[in-house]
């Protein structure tokens, strides 16, 4: 296992997935825990030259001041995702790491993630002054820890849906906009150019924009550096990606396919604002259509029940027909810890995308379309054809 020292600098570094995988790293690098939950550890991938779980050092961005170490701690008491003396062992080191979180940006978030500020941020920079100000601080973070390399990973509230279409598509051209107080772009694609000029490797785990405008794209393969997104599949969507082939594959026909998702952890009270669920919702949805050639009526509900904390149950009616024209219904009822399934994914993405960096790749990387609701630049939305993309990619590197 390659012993180089990586960064993993988390935007949104106090949230319930940022946390779960921090923790998640700590436990790892004392073996308090094993490896279940992590792809990367699966026998198919043994034979590459994956970062060691001691190479990583963590840090981030984030909006809220909130201790570090309390929060994982909520974890346990009221999340009941890990068990208290856990989180006791990772204190130490979630105290150091508390001290590599610098302020970030809530710019263009939208007044729902807005209200959860309480950090001092800077209010009257333009765009491409906040964008100077988050490359400061990963420049720093690399530097004070002698890292190799950078992956930053956007695992902050979902911001409300943004226009992609209206961002010009060259590089140079956004890179005007960047000096006008004006210019629509939100968060989490500034912290996507931050990341990008430096070199480092964007991953996107939300559905915000990102990296997602072709200009992004475009500086990306400027500075040779690597992006992926968006929006990590984790749950109910992931079960829609492995059921749906078998409909199609059968020649049943899907008639409706409606999923209601209850949950009340602090992504879900973001996602209680319409603006900022309507672009949880349209991750969700469209991969069914992509799937069985048509599209069948479907319904994504959301709702923000508190006491279920970061348990997501989501209730999937399925109606279909068979020969003879015969309706059938199927239903399942899914009952995960929502951070607990999104935190090893993010320590496997920031694994992966740093092996394809010592291979050389730049720009998209196709490959993790697995990880993701929408993978961006993929068309295929089958959850084992998506894997079998990994599996070959991991099947190709010569030595690594
Ligand atoms: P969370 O609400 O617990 O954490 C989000 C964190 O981001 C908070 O600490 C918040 O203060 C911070 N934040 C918000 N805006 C920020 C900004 N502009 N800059 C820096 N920090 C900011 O949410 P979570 O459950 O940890 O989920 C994180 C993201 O991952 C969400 O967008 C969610 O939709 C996405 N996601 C989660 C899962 C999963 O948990 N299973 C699956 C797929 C995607």
């Given at each position: 296992m390659s012993k180089a020292r990586i960064g993993i600098w988390l935007?949104?570094?106090?949230?319930g997935v940022a946390t779960t995988a921090t923790v998640g790293l700590i436990a790892l690098k004392k073996k308090l825990i094993g490896d279940c939950g992590l792809v990367s550890q699966l026998s198919q991938f043994q034979h590459l030259d994956l970062p060691a779980w001691d190479s990583f050092v963590v840090g981030g961005h984030e909006i809220r001041a909130v201790p570090l170490f309390g929060e994982a701690m909520r974890l346990a008491t009221?999340?009941?995702?890990?068990t208290p003396e856990l989180i006791a062992r990772c204190r130490g080191e979630l105290q150091r790491i508390e001290q590599r979180i610098r302020p970030g940006t809530a710019r263009n978030v939208g007044p729902t993630i807005a209200k959860l500020t309480d950090m001092s941020l800077p209010e009257k920079e333009t765009p491409r002054e906040t964008v100077a100000r988050l490359q400061q601080d990963i420049a720093q973070f690399a530097e004070a820890n002698k890292l190799e390399h950078v992956v930053v990973v956007n695992v902050a509230s979902t911001e409300p849906p943004v226009d992609v279409g209206q961002f010009p598509p060259t590089w140079a051209k956004l890179d005007s906009l960047l000096a006008k107080q004006s210019c629509p772009l939100p968060a989490s694609s500034l912290y996507a150019i931050a990341a990008l000029g430096l070199g480092c490797s964007y991953i996107n785990f939300t559905p915000s924009l990102g990296a997602m405008p072709p200009a992004i794209d475009e500086l990306a393969l400027l500075r040779g550096a690597r992006h992926t997104g968006c929006d990590g599949k984790t749950g109910e969507t992931l079960l829609k990606s492995v059921l749906a082939p078998m409909f199609a594959r059968r020649n049943l026909n899907v008639m409706s396919w409606v999923g209601h998702n209850i949950f009340g952890n602090m992504d879900g009270r973001v996602l209680d604002d319409p603006a900022n669920k309507q672009a949880k919702i349209a991750s969700k949805d469209h991969l069914l259509g992509d799937i069985l050639g048509y599209r069948p009526q479907t319904l994504v509900t959301i709702e923000y029940i508190q006491s279920m904390g970061d348990w997501k149950t989501a209730w999937d009616h399925i109606h279909f027909n068979g020969f003879l024209g015969t309706p059938m219904t199927m239903q399942f009822t899914w009952q995960g810890c929502d951070s607990v399934l999104a935190a090893p994914l993010v320590l496997d993405l920031v694994r992966f995308t740093d092996l394809a960096r010592r291979r050389g790749e730049t720009g998209l990387l196709r490959f993790l379309a697995s990880f993701f609701k929408s993978p961006l630049g993929v068309e295929e939305q089958c959850f084992d054809r998506q894997f079998q993309m990994l599996e070959e990619w991991a099947g190709e590197g010569k030595g690594i």
């Open positions: 935007i949104g570094a106090k949230g009221e999340m009941r995702a890990a």
